[in-house]
């Protein structure tokens, strides 16, 4: 079975055949247009991830642009890390001068299981 896309054989892996050049697949008996139509359908499932993701990131950026304001205002930074114990977040403040250069550092606390590192 041929990629219709890129004419190169498509590489059997499990009930699947998958082009080693792009992301097109195929299933066990399907034709060019079948594969074509696998490509549309996981392009419109990116497409629709990425819309649905999309207000996540603007709502990341605004938090982080806010933070980093107050960050400024309050002469102190959060820092954060994975919790080795659990795997939730550990956070840490950091006081700052006015340049923002780190004068004083408190231990990291994991907000789900309170250890402390």
């Known amino acids: 079975m041929d990629c219709p896309n890129c004419l190169i054989p498509m590489v059997p892996e499990g009930d699947r055949f998958y082009c080693p050049a792009c992301p097109r697949y195929a299933l066990k008996g399907d034709s060019a247009e079948d594969i074509e139509e696998h ?3 996981r392009r419109l499932a990116l497409s629709l991830l990425n819309s649905a993701l999309a207000p996540r990131d603007r709502q990341a950026m605004e938090d ?8 400024a205002l309050m002469g102190q930074t959060i820092q954060t890390r994975g919790c080795p114990n659990c795997g939730g977040t550990m956070y840490k403040t950091v006081d700052t001068d006015e340049n923002g250069n780190p004068t004083n550092e408190s231990q990291f606390i994991c907000n789900s299981c309170g250890t402390m590192a």
């Open 39 to 41: 490509e549309i359908e």
């Open 64 to 71: 982080k642009a806010f933070t980093d304001a107050m960050e």
